[in-house]
């Protein structure tokens, strides 16, 4: 059939428009869509406290802990850390760090303290660091080096390793915790029906993670506190305790195994609020 050229002509802009109505409706949606996986905490008098897990665990391991900061009115963020390298791993939650109005409680699990040390260098907004059976290395300790330093660490004889192939080609290995040892070894105060949830749902750490130097560290100007469990089979009292005195935190002792926020999310909740108590 014959369509005058005018006409054909005329339906141009209609497509144009339409298309630019779609693509606004879209992106919207999109932004909507992210705003949802990422939401800002509401507005609170008190500071937001974020979360960052170790390896051999996931954000699910803070619940306890969430539950708790949540009931006392805490803005409440876990983040979740890749666990592929530490500067990698420390850029990704500096970035969460940037998009948060107002102060911050940063607290780190394990290998997060490692984390947490490297994020929150230059992070204005962070007032305070928590570190929960962690990690607090000096420039150039890896989380590795200090377990080799000071011993009495069973992980050298539970891990896992998993040959992998990274983006650019090189090569590593992805560690995890066997899941038959993983109850004695990272969380034998846990129920077991508890540890082995836990043990399925383990992220692995990669070996350039684990081994990674650390950058300057934020406790040096940053205040911390430090809650060390007297029974981790992972990250040994002795060293938790090295790492917190250089770093002049505020340490409490707890019998607790490495997995001290599931084990004793009411101790952790505690110390952490009592560092958000100093931020003004």
Known sequence: MYRHPRLRRART????????????????????????????????????????????ADSSSWNGVIKELKK??????????????????????????????????????????AVISNAAHGADNVKALVYADAFLPDKGESANALIGKFGGSVIGDVLRPVPIVNADGSKDFDFSIDQSKFHQAFGADVPAHTADLMA?????????????????PAWKTIPSWALVGTNDRIIPQELQI????????????????????????????????KAARTVR
Do not use: C, W
């Not at 876990?78 to 102060?103: C, E, F, K, Q």
């Not at 399925?200 to 300057?216: D, M």
């Not at 250089?246 to 009411?266: F, G, Y």
């Open 13 to 56: 802009p209609l497509t144009l428009a339409a298309t630019a109505a779609v693509a606004a409706s879209l992106f919207a949606t999109t932004t909507a869509q992210a705003n949802a996986a990422n939401p800002q905490p509401a507005h609170s008098s008190k500071p937001t406290v974020v979360l960052v897990h170790g390896a051999f």
């Open 72 to 113: 006392d009115g805490y803005p409440v963020i876990a983040a979740a850390n890749p666990l592929r390298g530490l500067s990698s791993d420390a850029a990704s939650v500096r970035s969460l760090l940037a998009s948060i109005h107002g102060p911050v409680v940063l607290v780190g699990h394990s290998y997060g303290g």
């Open 200 to 216: 399925v749902t383990q992220r692995p750490g990669t070996g350039t993670a684990l081994n990674e130097p650390s950058g300057e």
């Open 242 to 273: 090295h790492m917190a005195k250089r770093a002049n935190a505020h340490t409490e002792k707890i019998q607790s195994s490495h997995a001290v926020s599931v084990s004793h999310p009411d101790a952790v909740t505690r110390i952490i609020d």
